[in-house]
């Protein structure tokens, strides 16, 4: 009897310890995806087809800003929409993953100061089911990871209006 018992007793502390990994484990999951919801609430305009109609909406992340990921040459990227930045911004490590040809060197003015980058022709800038060819991009030593800023080369197609915590991106003349 004494040995049934003990089975039993070590049958229930394992399933009461597989219940509590799973729980913990399930928990995680649900958080990272909360604070990635939260860090890019854009994040599904990967997805959309080409010849959208009706303008892109955005929604600012928790920090005030806007991301969204596109494709950059048909790469998924998360893009930071940056209307001070006059082209594209790709990381160096990014631009040698593409394969993207440097076309001449730039000084920039950027928020961190003065740099030295180069600069590139993107076949291909996409988001939200916009698609642009032949955007002017630059090559920046200075990002890192897979966020390029959306600069004006790619935003000056649209028409663009803030308010609250959404920004309209609408193509120009419509």
Known sequence: MKRQTGAVRGAGLS????????FIAGGSWWLHGFLEQQRNPNAHLVNATSGQEGPIVLERNRSGHFMATGRING?????LLDTGATYVAVPAEFAERLGLERAGSAWFNTANGRVRGDLTLLDEVSLGGFTAAQVRGSISPGLEGDVALLGMSFLNRFDIEIRGTQMRLQPAGE
Request: charged share 15%; hydrophobic share 75%.
């Open 15 to 22: 399933m009461m310890l597989l219940f509590w990994l799973l």
């Open 75 to 79: 790469e998924p990227v998360e893009f």
